[in-house]
């Protein structure tokens, strides 16, 4: 029944129809896993494509970044160079391309547009830097903000690439998987397929082949792109031992770069083991990093510099695992790095050079600043014919404000004729012209006027390239040293000659006596000593000895000890003694003198006046002294006998006032009141004189006092008389001095009374008031021995007086009016004098009628 079943038609029939279907069912699975694998396989070349794309654009923008800095350190920047427009084409063209590429990537799109601005930017500021107006030893600023921007750019570039690579590496490690995955079923569906539907063989066979033409058409595009990128692409298969362990590695598949690069033809080395072909993985332990990266499935980066066939090239490589081997993408970058290492040796000796032109040009110009010289540079300027004519300044120094007081940005640029007119007509324009047509450097001296200063200048000039360098001393202190010494010798001259004669009129000698040798030529003796001693010039040797000869002989053994001390101890002398001259007449004379070199130098004078002086004067003193002691018994009568009568004369005028006044007749009355006048103003007068008398023999020291202090209380001691009066009296601005406290009290009572009594009749007023001047500004005449005085102004505008008597009012006694019409004993003013004498001052005044008196009072200040 089963065989029946299995053999019977309809069986065969549903076994066709499930086969069939089967078929069907298996075949449309298998051919939507081929398209599927396909679709895969072609997405896997597609972003192969893509990254190798990438890679050849983002080397062309080092290429084309290398190539200008190249040219630039070369300074061949003033074109734009072939190669670098060859490499703008081509990056067009490769950025076109990829833009055709990743028209179905979004993400990439997005990226690719910033890489175009990028790529638009980088050829912009590459042709910048090109742009230069002569070869310089370093770069501005801006250029190397140029430089800067270049970078910044190249940066981004390469950021943009990363994220461009890391996304097509992502996609194709998706991919991968989706291949593998494809690889995996379909050969398994084919069996499948070819077990239970034999009868498609040809249709599936049919529908492969067609798969692997387009396979080999998509390999064939691999292979063209692999020919043609300028990265090494290799492929790598492992090679296991018994152990099943990797040993090494054999290339499969290697593109034509590397017979560029290494020198090796892609036949020859495909098959073989990479540590036959590239030794240097052995050496180097690359080969533990390739091992490495085909175990862990993991993507590995190496930067290095290998040595095959003969020479040294850098190798930037990726290695990424691939089925079951390693996909091996480098670069060689030996052209990069050998560039940036040029480069970096250029930047190194441009720093050097650049520090040691800024180190030269800081010393400059702190030699410029610091030197008191004017420097400057001057430009010819020549007409048709090629004379020069004029002169342009390009360069000064800030000394010429110093001179000339004009800065050097309002001479640079001008016409020498127009800033120094002058120098066309002393001179200096034809020294300047032979200077640049000779070559020869020339030194001259020029006066000229400057703001109305006379100044010198020492001018050194000399030839600089097409121009003058023109460097000039101000002598002006010099031409005036050597005018002072010129007048100093006219003076010493004169000098000499007085001195001479003062010699002669002081009557002094000079002498200069050896005492180790008594040759005429070891000492000497003045003229004038011969004249001092009578005798004609050179009548005797100038000895020692000689001069012994004519000193008294009661005075010649202290001479003798006089100068044996003086030899024994080296020290100075000073002595008097008597000589007799050669008249026969004695006179006294004064040796002084030192050691110097073991002789005694010196001046002998002729004092026979000064000790006749001092024994006049020793008279005269001892007479002043039997004075100053009459004047003592004078004081203490004054004090004492002569105020003793006058008090009772007044107690007796008081008593009878007080009694008897009224019983005397008109006229007795009258003469009792003239009694009464006369015992007071005797009073006053005693009282006054002891004042006077009193000033010089005052033992109070001297301390500071504040003169504002003094006329308060000379206010309070004046205050009925100036109540009574109605004086304004003003105080402005009065110092602290050194003084006698009671004597400055007295002067300012004396002055500002006398201020009162002779006020005038309307609205008195009294000034106080003090200036401060310096000696040379005091027009009084009187010794100043202080640098500085105050001025203490006392200004009224009283009766006044004649100018004629100024000087009279400060004498003992003396009075402009009569007793009727001002009180007072004639000695106020006296004391007021002797006050500021005792004090090293001086008192004056100045007084119109009816418009006042000034007396300013000169204290050391």
């Known amino acids: ?29 298998s051919y939507k896993q081929i398209s599927e694998f396909k679709d895969a396989a072609n997405a896997v070349t597609h ?41 703008i084409d081509e990056s067009d063209i490769k950025f076109n391309k990829l833009t055709v590429l990743l028209d179905d990537n979004p993400i990439q799109q997005t990226h690719l547009t910033r890489v175009g601005e990028l790529q638009r930017n980088l050829v912009k500021a590459l042709k910048a830097i090109a742009v230069s107006p002569k070869v310089r030893l370093k770069y501005s600023t801006k250029e190397r903000t140029k430089l800067d921007e270049i970078a910044h750019i190249m940066a981004e570039l390469k950021q943009r690439k990363n994220f461009m690579l890391i996304k097509e590496e992502k996609l194709l490690k998706e991919r991968k998987e989706e291949f593998n995955s494809y690889a995996f079923l379909s050969p398994f569906m084919i069996l499948v397929l070819g077990v239970f539907a034999m009868f498609v063989f040809v249709v599936s066979f049919i529908k492969i082949n067609n798969e692997r033409k387009n396979r080999s058409k ?38 034509e770069r590397n017979k560029i690069d290494f020198g090796l033809d892609p036949e020859d080395i495909v098959g073989k083991p990479i540590s036959k072909i590239f030794p240097f993985t052995v050496l180097n332990g690359e080969y533990e990093v390739l091992a490495q990266s085909f175990t862990d499935k993991k993507e590995s980066n190496l930067s290095r510099q290998v040595f095959i066939n003969g020479k040294k090239i850098w190798l930037e490589s990726i290695m990424r695992p691939l089925n079951d ?18 480069l970096n040796t250029l930047n190194l000796e441009l720093q050097q050079q650049y520090e040691e032109i800024k180190e030269t040009d800081e010393f400059l110009q702190n030699v410029i600043k610091s030197t008191n010289n004017v420097i400057s540079y001057f430009e010819p300027v020549r007409d ?50 032979e200077t640049v047509k000779t070559g020869k450097p020339v030194e001259f001296e020029r006066d000229y006027i400057f703001n109305d200063v006379h100044m010198w200048f020492d001018t050194f000039a000399i030839k600089t390239g097409d121009g003058v360098c023109v460097t000039s001393m101000n002598i002006s202190k010099q031409k005036q040293d050597e005018l002072k010494i010129l007048e100093v010798n006219n003076q010493l001259k004169i000098q000499n000659a007085i001195l001479k004669d003062a010699k002669t009129l002081a009557k002094i000698g000079s002498y200069r006596w050896s005492f180790l040798s008594d040759e005429e030529e070891s000492s000497d003796v003045s003229d004038n000593l011969y004249t001092l001693l009578d005798c004609e010039p050179q009548e005797f040797l100038p000895t020692h000895e000689n001069y012994k000869k004519f000193i008294h002989p009661d005075d010649l053994t202290s001479y003798k000890e006089n100068i044996k001390e003086a030899i024994d101890k080296k020290k100075s002398v000073d002595f008097s003694y008597r000589i007799i001259n050669k008249a026969r007449k004695i006179k006294h004379f004064r040796t002084t003198g030192h050691f110097q070199d073991d002789a005694l130098i010196g001046v002998i004078q002729d004092i026979s006046s000064q000790v006749k002086g001092a024994l006049k004067l020793k008279d005269k003193n001892q007479e002043l002294k039997r004075s100053n002691e009459e004047l003592e018994s004078f004081n203490r009568v004054a004090s004492h006998d002569l105020q003793e009568p006058i ?33 007071e103003r005797m009073r006053m007068l005693i009282r006054y004189l002891l004042s006077y008398s009193r000033i010089n023999k005052t033992k109070s020291e001297f301390e500071t006092v504040n003169l504002e202090e003094i006329i308060d209380k000379v206010k309070e001691d004046l205050e009925a008389r100036i109540k009574e009066s109605g004086v304004d009296l003003v105080i402005d601005n009065l110092p602290t001095l050194n003084a006698v406290p009671f004597q400055m009290e007295q002067l300012f009572n004396n002055l500002v009374s006398n201020a009162i009594k002779y006020r005038g009749p309307e609205d008195p007023r009294i000034i106080i008031n003090c200036k401060k001047l310096k000696r040379s500004d005091i027009t009084d005449n009187f010794v100043k021995k202080q640098k500085s005085y105050y001025r203490i102004s006392v200004i009224d505008n009283g009766i006044g007086f004649d100018q004629v008597h100024a000087d009279k009012v400060f004498e003992l006694f003396q009075r402009l009016h009569q007793k009727t019409e001002y009180t007072g004993t004639g000695i106020g003013l006296a004391i007021c004098k002797k006050i500021t004498q005792n004090h090293g001052g001086h008192i004056s005044v100045e007084s119109f009628i009816g418009k006042g008196s000034t ?3 000169y204290l050391p200040a």
């Open 384 to 433: 048709k014919k090629g004379v020069i004519t004029d002169f342009s300044i390009l360069y000064t120094n800030e000394e010429i404000k110093n001179t000339t007081g004009q800065s050097p940005k309002e001479v640079i640029q001008k016409k020498i004729s127009e800033a120094y007119p002058f120098v066309m007509k002393n001179g200096v324009f034809e020294l300047l012209c």
């Open 855 to 857: 007396f300013c009072v």
């Open 47 to 87: 972003t192969l494509e893509v990254e190798t794309e990438i890679n050849n654009l983002f080397s062309i923008y080092s290429q084309m970044e290398s190539a200008q800095l190249t040219n630039l350190l070369r300074k061949d920047t003033l074109v734009t160079s072939i190669s670098f427009q060859k490499y």
């Open 1 to 29: 029944m089963a065989k029946k079943l299995m053999l019977s038609p309809k069986l065969y029939v549903v076994l066709l129809i499930i086969a069939a279907a089967l078929l069907t069912f298996i075949g449309s699975i």
């Open 218 to 255: 998509a390999e064939a595009f691999l292979s063209n792109v692999m020919a043609k990128t300028e990265n090494i692409v290799n492929f790598y298969e492992p090679i296991y031992n018994d152990n099943g362990e990797v040993t090494d590695f054999k290339l499969v598949y290697a593109n």
């Open 325 to 342: 081997g390693l996909l091996i993408i480098a670069k060689n970058t030996t052209h990069e790095k050998e560039s940036v290492a040029k």
């Open 647 to 679: 008090r009772k004369i007044q107690m007796f005028i008081s008593r009878i006032e007080d009694t008897d006044y009224e019983n005397l007749s008109d006229k007795g009355k009258e003469f009792f009141a003239k009694i009464t006048s006369s015992s």
